[in-house]
């Protein structure tokens, strides 16, 4: 049973920092990919930045250059380093996993966590 606790979240104020941490059950190597998202009220919840198996990275255009997605494969948890935050990066941020499974189809999982809020605000 796959289990994803994110923990750091809290308030900052606009140009401040922040790491968000995401500690899985198992290993996040079994993950094809590992990532975050953010949704904001009465807004869609968005990809913030995603990290693949292979080390490949892929990040939203309004956090590019900010934000930093990184994962420590012994202790099986996934991080996110935000830097020069913005009001516009409020919302609740959740760490998921996508688990791919080939056995005639393609069998595709995402696993999520509960979430947790980043305001940034002065």
């Known amino acids: 049973q796959v289990q994803l606790v994110e923990s750091g979240g809290g308030l900052v104020q606009p140009g401040g920092s922040l790491t968000l941490s995401c500690a899985a059950s198992?290993?996040?190597?079994?993950?094809?990919?590992v990532g975050w998202y953010r949704q904001a009220p009465g807004k869609q919840r968005d990809l913030v930045a995603a990290?693949?198996?292979?080390?490949?990275?892929n990040y939203a255009d309004s956090v590019r250059g900010r934000f930093t997605i990184s994962r420590d494969n012994a202790k099986n948890t996934l991080y996110l380093h935000m830097n020069s935050l913005k009001p516009e990066d409020t919302a609740v941020y959740y760490c998921?996993?996508?688990?791919?499974?080939?056995?005639?189809?393609?069998?595709?999982?995402?696993?999520w966590g509960s979430g947790t809020q980043v305001t940034v605000s002065s």
């Open positions: 998921n996993a996508l688990e791919r499974i080939r056995s005639g189809e393609l069998i595709e999982y995402n696993y």
């Open positions: 198992g290993s996040i190597l079994s993950f094809y990919s």
């Open positions: 990290l693949t198996r292979s080390g490949n990275t």
